[in-house]
Structure formats: structure tokens, C-alpha cells
């Protein structure tokens, strides 16, 4: 089992930047893929990023893909979202994610065992 805690959110203007930490409790986080999704009011919660167990392989959705940059350091049993060049409709909270055994696919919230509290981000115009 890992607990999660994501900090770094906050209110910034359209074209700022903004690196979200998700710290991980326990000793296994390096096994875990790790995935950050997003939510806003009245919307279902949607995938942003994800990264494997090595910070070789990441995965991103394609709004995303050119601003965001999804990093790992195991040693510190944390998960990073660098977020670049933020629109006001990356406005939503922000939730760090580790997968669970579901063979479901990498970029659906039912992959994902584990859920922090979230961080909200809010992007004005």
C-alpha cells in the first residue's frame, strides 16, 4: 500500500509555469507506475500524464504533450508534473495516482489504485 500527498498548485496567470510534487509514503513506490490526472466542476476526471517505473517511459495526453513534463525521482519517492505555458483550461485539481494490478489502460482512472488528496491549480486569463 502507498499514500500519497500532492503539493505545489496555485493560482497563475496564462502563460506561467508550475511543477506539482506528489510525495509517495512507503517502500515500494519504484514498483508502482505513476499516473497525474486532473478534474474540473462538472467534468469527469481526465488523464494528463503518466510515467513507468524507470523515468524512461512516459505517456501524455495530447493537450499536454508539448507543455507538460512528468518526471520520477525513486530515491525520493516522488512524482513530478512540470506544467509550461499554462491555459486558463488546465484550470482543475490536480491528483497523483500509482497503479494497482488492473489491466486496464494506462491512461484510465480505473488503472489506478491509490489516489492522493489532489491540488488545485487555477490559470486566469
Known amino acids: 500500500q502507498v499514500q500519497l500527498a500532492e503539493s505545489g498548485g496555485g493560482l497563475v496567470q496564462a502563460g506561467d509555469s508550475l511543477r506539482l510534487s506528489c510525495s509517495a509514503s512507503?517502500?515500494?513506490?519504484?514498483?508502482?507506475?505513476m499516473g497525474w490526472f486532473r478534474q474540473s466542476p462538472g467534468k469527469e476526471r481526465e488523464f494528463v500524464a503518466a510515467?513507468?517505473?524507470?523515468?524512461?517511459?512516459?505517456y501524455y495526453e495530447d493537450s499536454v504533450k508539448a507543455r507538460f513534463t512528468i518526471s520520477r525521482d525513486n530515491a525520493k519517492n516522488t512524482v513530478y508534473l512540470q506544467m509550461n505555458s499554462l491555459k486558463p483550461e488546465d484550470t482543475a485539481v490536480y491528483y497523483c495516482?500509482?497503479?494497482?494490478?488492473?489491466?486496464?489502460?494506462?491512461?484510465?482512472?480505473?488503472?489506478?489504485?491509490?489516489w492522493g488528496q489532489g491540488t488545485q491549480v487555477a490559470v486566469s486569463s
Open positions: 495516482a500509482a497503479s494497482g494490478i488492473v489491466h486496464a489502460p494506462i491512461t484510465s482512472p480505473g488503472r489506478y489504485a491509490y
Open positions: 512507503g517502500r515500494t513506490f519504484s514498483s508502482y507506475i
Open positions: 510515467i513507468g517505473v524507470s523515468d524512461k517511459n512516459s
